[in-house]
């Protein structure tokens, strides 16, 4: 409890840079997850540099990308009730994730040779439940870490299709 304290004093403090910070560590989290528990290649197999690009896309990237909307889509749609959810969520799903995906993705692909086509099936399906639930629940200073620990399942999975050989 007293580490989720000072998190939270911490994000009223610096919200920007705590989140941007937030978003890096759990995209290295899901690269560690990647390497240790999918690929079991221990820790002398483990590629540092590999970690190092997620967490760099994270905190350069996905951090002030996903942040930055999310304080857009607040100003756009205030509140929080079911409908304005609703709202954010279908706004979020027809505007910004193609153009956030895709972005991403072929980031992702030029430093890893990775397929944007072999991850879109699978991240259409999970992403508009995860955003309904995340604008209807969650207060905006936590939203970006709420997608990132979700996201941090996915990012464990891109980063294994991303360097599977």
């Not at 939270?8 to 920007?16: T, V, Y």
């Not at 540099?49 to 749609?77: H, Q």
């Not at 439940?129 to 997608?147: D, K, W």
């Amino acid at each position: 409890m007293a580490l989720w304290r000072a998190y939270q004093r911490a994000l009223a403090n610096h919200p920007w840079k705590v989140q941007v910070l937030t978003a890096g560590s759990l995209m290295g989290l899901g690269d560690i997850i990647s390497q240790q528990l999918v690929e079991k290649r221990g820790l002398r197999g483990h590629q540092a540099r590999r970690t190092l690009i997620m967490v760099s896309l994270g905190c350069g990237f996905v951090g002030p990308a996903v942040g930055g909307w999310y304080r857009v889509l607040d100003r756009l749609i205030p509140g929080t009730s079911k409908v304005d959810a609703l709202k954010k969520m279908l706004l979020d799903q027809g505007c910004f994730a193609p153009c956030f995906l895709g972005s991403f993705l072929s980031l992702v692909g030029a430093l890893n040779g990775l397929s944007a086509q072999d991850n879109w099936a699978k991240l259409r399906r999970l992403w508009p439940a995860v955003q309904l639930a995340n604008f209807y629940l969650v207060p905006l200073h936590y939203r970006l870490a709420v997608v990132q620990c979700v996201a941090v399942v996915w990012n464990s999975y891109l980063s294994w299709k991303a360097h599977r050989l």
